[in-house]
């Protein structure tokens, strides 16, 4: 693979595609290798905020990049939402874009919507298609994560995780499609908020985050949730886990290294949540729960409540 190295520090512009072979790109010319076999590869190595920009305007043409579907841009130094919508020009059947560790902490504002629009009047009105979108890192707030999945009505997966998010505001984050949300180490300490945004929602994660209760109203705000990550949260008292209870679709549980757990062994553990929960089928991601286990557990968590109430 040709590299182009520039006089300041060396950044890599990756796309990886689902087509014949790998592109090497600079800025003058594109090149298909179709000898290749294998992943494709879009490979920029210069200053990106000068080269994304640039090859949003002219190098990267959407006539000669209409199949790309998927852009990793992680760990580059792209700081103005406006390069970004010159880039996604660019790209218009893309269905992933990752824009994990950027510099992407200014919020949205009024000249970034215009932009935004009169982006999507040149593409003859048409929505992004982005099906998963990836802003870890970038210190976002929740008004920019609404404008974009407003403008993104495929999105189906949203990663938000090292973001520094405070609790959801009423309406702070709003998607009918929406099924997957990662929002690992922010500062959330409450998410009802999110299901009465996001109905759709199939997976949450929230580890490491200061969470501390399980909504009350917790099953008709999460109707559809399968799969929820609490692991390294502050849930200190078994009355929130047993609220998980609530929830109609839940099957899997993560649920480690949290206050209501300490003092208790691995085995006590896993013995507790497995007969707190007869609606999680895996726990901590392990194997299903054989009914064999479930109901020693079960038994086992009948003696100790025996035990406790003739204490």
Request: glycine share 6%; net charge neutral; proline share 5%.
């Amino acid at each position: 693979m040709q590299k182009k190295q520039s006089c300041e520090a060396i950044f890599i512009l990756s796309v990886f595609i689902c087509h014949k072979g790998p592109f090497y790109v600079s800025e003058k010319e594109i090149v298909q290798n179709s000898k290749s076999k294998g992943p494709t590869y879009i490979r920029e190595m210069n200053d990106v905020r000068h080269s994304v920009l640039m090859s949003g305007c002219a190098a990267l043409s959407s006539s000669r990049l209409g199949h790309v579907a998927e852009l990793d841009l992680t760990d580059n130094l792209l700081s103005d939402w406006c390069e970004v919508f010159l880039l996604l020009e660019s790209f218009p059947s893309l269905e992933f874009l990752n824009l994990s560790n950027n510099m992407l902490s200014e919020p949205m504002d009024e000249e970034t919507e215009k932009l935004f629009l009169a982006s999507s009047s040149n593409r003859r009105g048409r929505h992004l298609h982005v099906k998963k979108l990836v802003l870890n890192g970038n210190k976002v707030d929740w008004a920019t994560a609404k404008f974009l999945a407003k403008r993104m009505p495929t999105l189906e997966q949203l990663y938000l995780c090292g973001n520094a998010l405070g609790d959801p505001p009423e309406k702070g984050l709003e998607h009918p499609g929406l099924t997957q949300l990662f929002l690992g180490c922010n500062h959330i300490t409450r998410f009802e908020a999110l299901g009465r945004g996001c109905p759709s929602l199939r997976l949450l994660l929230l580890s490491e985050c200061p969470v501390t209760s399980v909504p009350s109203e917790a099953s008709s705000l999460f109707p559809n949730l399968a799969s929820l990550n609490l692991s390294t949260t502050e849930v200190s008292a078994w009355e929130e886990v047993d609220r998980l209870r609530l929830l109609p679709a839940l099957s899997e549980l993560r649920l480690r290294r949290c206050p209501v757990l300490r003092g208790l062994t691995a085995h006590e553990r896993r013995t507790m949540l497995i007969a707190r929960l007869p609606n999680v089928r895996i726990l901590n991601g392990g194997d299903v729960i054989p009914d064999s286990e479930r109901e020693d557990a079960e038994r086992a968590f009948i003696r100790y409540r025996s035990s406790f109430d003739s204490a």
